[in-house]
């Protein structure tokens, strides 16, 4: 099963790395089989045709796991909503006849290879995962915002979800490191052209 990269952006102010950036290559592909994987903070909700004294909203705890009724730290992190729900089946096949299981995620994180990553000088209006914040509360010189990858997703898709970029970032002198295959890829890219 393929497991999407991690991506990170760095927005920078100040010019961060001095070497070139490798050029985009055909060489680099990135297979369209990408299907979602359960992580931690996710929500779930758990449905058992006919009982619904089983049937549970649930959210995935830091160590991957989940309690249901019945069932006792289930790992489920790793697994896709299909995966997990025959999991369940056969676990609550010790307790009820015919267990008939649907998965449903309902809030997004995922597992953090699925996870993308904004650094550097953000907006704050959106609604992304965690935030960098000064202690005074306000916004401190860098932000970091972290967003579930959706298949399809673009550089503007998430420059649009971010709602933009700060006031005094670079947005030209933007970067984005991936890894694909093991390998670690520096891309330039110029944001402010974008926009």
Not at 1 to 14: A, E, G, H, N
Not at 92 to 119: E, M, T
Request: hydrophobic letters at 35%; one cysteine or more; a positive charge.
């Amino acid at each position: 099963m393929f497991r999407f990269k991690t991506i990170v952006i760095l927005l920078s102010t100040l010019f961060i790395i001095s070497c070139a950036h490798p050029p985009l290559s055909d060489k680099v592909k990135i297979p369209d089989d990408y299907t979602y994987i359960i992580g931690p903070g996710d929500n779930l909700e758990i449905f058992v045709w006919d009982n619904p004294d089983i049937s549970k909203s649930i959210t995935v705890r830091p160590d991957g796991k989940i309690s249901t009724p019945l069932i006792d730290d289930l790992l489920v992190t790793g697994k896709t909503p299909s995966q997990l729900a025959r999991d369940i089946e056969k676990s609550l096949s010790k307790f009820v006849r015919d267990p008939l299981v649907s998965v449903i995620v309902n809030g997004f994180q995922g597992i953090y290879a699925q996870q993308v990553r904004v650094i550097g000088q953000i907006n704050s209006g959106s609604s992304g995962i965690s935030s960098g914040r000064g202690s005074s509360g306000g916004i401190s010189r860098y932000s970091a915002k972290t967003f579930p990858y959706r298949k399809e997703m673009t550089l503007l898709d998430l420059i649009i979800q971010l709602g933009g970029i700060g006031q005094y970032a670079d947005g030209n002198r933007s970067s984005i490191l991936r890894t694909i295959d093991g390998k670690k890829y520096q891309f330039g890219v110029k944001i402010d052209d974008l926009l």
